[in-house]
Each structure stands twice: as C-alpha cells, then as structure tokens.
Nanobody
Framework: QVQFVESGGGLVQPGGSLRLSCAAS????????MGWYRQAPGKQREFVAA???????NYAASVKGRFTISRDNAKNTVYLQMNSLKPEDTAVYYC??????????WGQGTQVTVSS
C-alpha cells in the first residue's frame, strides 16, 4: 500500500514562501492523481491543490495564483510551492491520492505557520 510522508513546513512571515514535499513509498505513484489538503485548528480538512498523473493541475480559489503543485514521478514525490503566504494559510498540510475512493490513511502532515 502507498504511504506518504510530508515535510517542508515551518514558521514564516506573511508574504513569505515555503516548499512542501510529499514522498511516496510503495504502490505505483505515477499512476495516481495526487492532492494537497490542509486542516486549520478547529476546522475540517480542506482541498488545496491537485495534479493528475499527466500533470494537469487544479487549485482551491483561496490559493490560486499563489500556490503551485508539481510532481516528479522519478522521485515518487509531489511538491507544493507556496508564495505570498497569509496568516489564514496556517494549517497542517497533508498529501494523499486525489480520488477519495483510493485514499490511504492520512500521514502526520507538516505544520505551516504564517505569523509575524
């Protein structure tokens, strides 16, 4: 079964940038559309961005134009470049298979905190 490990989070000032990574182990990574999701304190987990196996992308309205999702199938890794970060981007960020029916158990995620 595929497992995902997220990394790259941290504390950044408003307007700053971070690059998150999601490394996959097991399974056939390149065949899956992948997504990034986030969960802020007291809120439900929400969709952030997705990328198909062929590289087509989709973004939540709140991050469009600021975040970029990409993937490197040779490295079994999906990335999320986050620019112009805002305090409301503060959350734990997770990656998983985009298709809900194919999702695996969620990993620990990586904390992103945007604060001055």
């Amino acid at each position: 079964q595929v497992q995902f490990v997220e990394s790259g989070g941290g504390l950044v000032q408003p307007g700053g940038s971070l690059r998150l990574s999601c490394a996959a182990s097991g399974g056939i990574f390149s065949a899956y559309a992948m997504g990034w999701y986030r969960q802020a304190p007291g809120k439900q987990r929400e969709f952030v961005a997705a990328i198909s196996s062929g590289g087509m992308t989709n973004y939540a309205a709140s991050v469009k134009g600021r975040f970029t999702i990409s993937r490197d199938n040779a490295k079994n890794t999906v990335y999320l470049q986050m620019n112009s970060l805002k305090p409301e981007d503060t959350a734990v960020y997770y990656c998983n298979v985009a298709a809900e029916a194919r999702r695996v158990p969620w990993g620990q995620g990586t904390q992103v905190t945007v604060s001055s």
